[in-house]
T-cell receptor, first 113, second 114 residues
Framework: NAGVTQTPKFQVLKTGQSMTLQCAQD?????MSWYRQDPGMGLRLIHY???????DQGEVPNGYNVSRSTTEDFPLRLLSAAPSQTSVYFC????????????FGQGTRLTVV | GENVEQHPSTLSVQEGDSAVIKCTYS??????FPWYKQELGKRPQLIID?????GEKKDQRIAVTLNKTAKHFSLHITETQPEDSAVYFC?????????????FGTGTRLQVTL
């Protein structure tokens, strides 16, 4: 099993551009989520999904969209990138919606100039 | 929503000494408390967790204690080694609607010196 796979690992965007961060898991996990990690602020929840077709907002959802068409994939879309979205993004999955034993992807370092 | 505070932000210990990292949470309904270790440039990895019906859990050199009354939990690392150097995050999980959500502390950078 590959676990949780994120692509790309690094990305530079210009302000106003859009892009999609990809996340896939092969563990048949029900619950997937996206976090951003900024210096001194820990990990903050952006969006999460408890199953295909079901998504909900986390702590910092503005400027991001998600969808969950399959159990395996949970892409994160930046609609119009802003410098404030410069961050490291982590996707995570857990077996069920209890949120226990989360597995993280390797992260995407995004810079918006 | 839940708020998790973590202290200290940096911690330096000599190899072989013990390290203790402390976290407090605000919502008494939180019921799951994991600890993650993140090495430089790597992903966070779960090292130990505890549920609200347990007061202490140990796994070799790592232990976690939970005081529900005071709403705080701590990570204890004994006989520290250089490979323990990393950033450690605590988190608290609370059920919100259809699922539980993790709220993370701001992290502790542990440096183990020779």
């Amino acid at each position: 099993n590959a676990g949780v796979t994120q692509t790309p690992k690094f990305q530079v965007l210009k302000t106003g551009q859009s892009m999609t961060l990809q996340c896939a898991q092969d563990m048949n996990h029900e619950y997937m989520s996206w976090y951003r990690q900024d210096p001194g602020m820990g990990l903050r929840l952006i969006h999460y999904s408890v199953g295909a077709g079901i998504t909900d907002q986390g702590e910092v959802p503005n400027g991001y969209n998600v969808s969950r068409s399959t159990t395996e994939d949970f892409p994160l879309r930046l609609l119009s990138a802003a410098p404030s979205q410069t961050s490291v993004y982590f996707c995570a999955s857990t077996r069920d919606r209890s949120g226990t034993e989360a597995f993280f992807g390797q992260g995407t370092r995004l810079t918006v100039v | 929503g839940e708020n998790v505070e973590q202290h200290p932000s940096t911690l330096s210990v000599q190899e072989g000494d013990s390290a203790v990292i402390k976290c407090t949470y605000s919502d008494s309904a939180s019921n799951y408390f994991p600890w993650y270790k993140q090495e430089l440039g790597k992903r966070p990895q779960l090292i130990i967790d505890i549920r609200s019906n347990v007061g202490e859990k140990k796994d070799q050199r790592i232990a976690v204690t939970l005081n529900k009354t005071a709403k705080h939990f701590s990570l204890h690392i004994t006989e520290t080694q250089p490979e323990d150097s990393a950033v450690y995050f605590c988190a608290a999980s609370i059920k919100d609607g259809t699922a539980s959500k993790l709220t993370f502390g701001t992290g502790t950078r542990l440096q183990v010196t020779l």
